[in-house]
């Protein structure tokens, strides 16, 4: 039913409004394993694996129910991931039963997914950027923020070097926390492959003025980490 509405509850001896309970993140998930063969061009090939459940399934099934659209939609939600990529095919899983979670692969070529400078390229980290952006692009709020059902999401990325490339630079590790929830970025480079993983939560499902600067500058930090890049030489 619905999570975080107000509602009035009336009895014999009187009535009173309260708040219908809201589910905590871990009830809400999107876990995303992305396969990444770098090309020395910055080009690459991507194959992805991702399970959404809670509230995050609902919204996508109503999202991807109709087969007529559903291609299309999937492919532009492929190319918010990773900008400019081209969705080759696809399969979902759990479309039409509410009981499961949904299930999905999918490959595409990304044919910019690292940007050249010089000799060297220059990889994002994660899919995930842009949180000050679009959730909280002003300064001040007279208002609550409504940031819906707390969430979370868990992305790997496992990039295969090209072949006579090396790593040189890595971002550190970081974990960026508050109350309103928190981001790991985990950075590790082995034999010839490269694995990211960000983990990233929201605890809450609203923000009051009086905390939205604090929201504010929690966001914009996340942003900072997410935009590290790996250097490739």
Do not use: C
Request: proline content about 6%.
């Amino acid at each position: 039913g619905d999570q975080g509405v107000t509602v009035l509850h009336v009895w014999a001896g009187g009535s009173r409004f309260g708040k219908t309970p809201v589910d905590r993140a871990e009830k809400n998930t999107i876990t995303r394993e992305v396969d990444v063969r770098l090309e020395a061009d910055g080009s690459a090939a991507i194959e992805a694996r991702e399970t959404i459940a809670g509230v995050n399934a609902a919204s996508f099934r109503s999202r991807y129910q109709a087969e007529g659209t559903r291609k299309e939609r999937f492919g532009r939600r492929v190319e918010s991931l990773f900008p400019g990529a081209e969705l080759l095919d696809f399969a979902l899983g759990g479309i039409d039963d509410r009981n499961v979670p949904v299930t999905t692969t999918y490959r595409a070529n990304a044919p910019r997914i690292a940007t050249p400078a010089g000799d060297t390229l220059r990889l994002p980290t994660s899919s995930i950027s842009g949180l000050a952006r679009s959730l909280a692009p002003t300064p001040t709020r007279e208002h609550p923020l409504d940031l819906g059902i707390p969430s979370r999401v868990e992305e790997t990325w496992i990039v295969r070097i090209p072949a006579g490339m090396t790593v040189e630079h890595l971002p550190e590790n970081v974990d960026v926390e508050s109350a309103f929830g928190k981001l790991s970025l985990d950075v590790e480079a082995r034999d010839g492959v490269i694995r990211m993983t960000t983990r990233f939560r929201i605890d809450v499902d609203r923000v009051e003025p009086k905390d939205y600067p604090k929201f504010r500058a929690w966001v914009e930090r996340i942003d900072q980490v997410v935009q590290q890049k790996v250097t490739l030489g």
